[in-house]
């Protein structure tokens, strides 16, 4: 058993792990394209596809990892763009699993001259796919142009096979909005 710890928002927590989960093209390796899903991961919504970046819709930010990257965005009409991938293995019911992600907001995000504001990124597990059947966890808006870690603990009611994240708007009233995602961490 090994002890991972994780400094959140100026609390500390201890999560007691029992195995190590892996999953493909953890940092989002693939071509810089507009609706392009990364080797390993899936969209989840058939009306919009998260975008490899950089280099589309005006976004420049190098990578924090590697060379790609994906962007979410929510949009006014309320639609939001997910994307999921599966777990090596099914992770285990009560077991406690730590993870994170490096998040960043792009200010030159631009499509067809529509502003687009910082938001949140949900993180789902699943059973089925894009089915999203327990939050694990919420970032807080997303507003800075650099890339920062966010790490959380989570503890499974059932074994998942699946993982989802998803673009999430910051308050009731949609918006146009997007967030960048990068390097996924499992820190058993």
């Given at each position: ?57 005006g976004v420049s930010t190098p990578?924090q990892n590697d060379n790609t ?101 910051t308050d009731a009233v949609p ?14």
């Amino acid at each position: 058993m090994r002890i991972s710890l994780f400094i959140i928002t100026g609390l500390v927590m201890l999560c007691s792990t029992t195995k190590a989960q892996t999953i493909e093209n953890p940092s989002f390796e693939g071509p810089p394209a507009p609706g392009l899903t990364p080797t390993g991961w899936f969209a989840c919504n058939d009306f919009s596809t998260p975008d490899t970046q950089p280099g589309s819709w005006g976004v420049s930010t190098p990578a924090q990892n590697d060379n790609t990257y994906i962007s979410l965005v929510t949009r006014g009409d309320g639609t939001v763009e997910a994307i999921g991938t599966s777990f090596s293995e099914p992770i285990s019911t009560k077991a406690c699993y730590a993870a994170s992600f490096h998040l960043a907001f792009s200010p030159d995000f631009n499509y067809e001259g529509i502003p687009y504001y910082p938001i949140k990124l949900a993180v789902y597990v699943s059973t089925q796919g894009c089915v999203k059947s327990q939050l694990v966890w919420t970032s807080p808006v997303i507003s800075h142009s650099d890339w920062r870690e966010y790490g959380f603990t989570f503890t499974p009611n059932t074994a998942y096979t699946d993982l989802i994240l998803e673009a999430q708007f910051t308050d009731a009233v949609p918006l146009n909005g997007h967030v960048l995602v990068d390097n996924f961490l499992n820190n058993q």
